[in-house]
């Protein structure tokens, strides 16, 4: 069993940073996939980056070059550094961890344990 708490979320200006943490419990942190989405009012739930048990990361064209995915499997918490960040950024931010899979993946169905969600609001 894995639990998940996601933290660092808030309102920031265009332009502007945040950095999610996202806290694991349960062995299972640290032999899976690690990945970051996101919604936003009214959408789906879209893939946002993903980090591999080697820590090889993968993101998507929309947050490519301004999003940077870390994980410390020592203290067994993904980081997701956000930067240039617009309005279009803002949505609910989640963490999800896969027990079995260990690539990078931007399929949510190979994700079994899910965080609750941290907000991030984006002013313009």
């Known amino acids: 069993q894995v639990q998940l708490v996601e933290s660092g979320g808030g309102l920031v200006q265009t332009g502007g940073s945040l950095r999610l943490s996202c806290a694991a419990s349960?062995?299972?942190?640290?032999?899976?996939?690690v990945g970051w989405f996101r919604q936003a009012p009214g959408k789906e739930r879209e893939f946002v980056g993903t980090i591999s048990r080697s820590g090889m990361t993968y993101l998507a064209d929309a947050v490519k070059g301004r999003f940077t995915v870390s994980r410390d499997n020592a203290k067994n918490t993904v980081y997701l550094q956000m930067d240039s960040l617009t309005p279009e950024d803002t949505a609910v931010y989640y963490c999800a961890v896969s027990s079995i899979y260990q690539g990078r993946t931007s399929d949510e169905k190979r994700f079994d344990y899910w965080g609750q969600g941290t907000q991030v609001t984006v002013s313009s």
């Open positions: 349960g062995r299972a942190f640290n032999n899976g996939a």
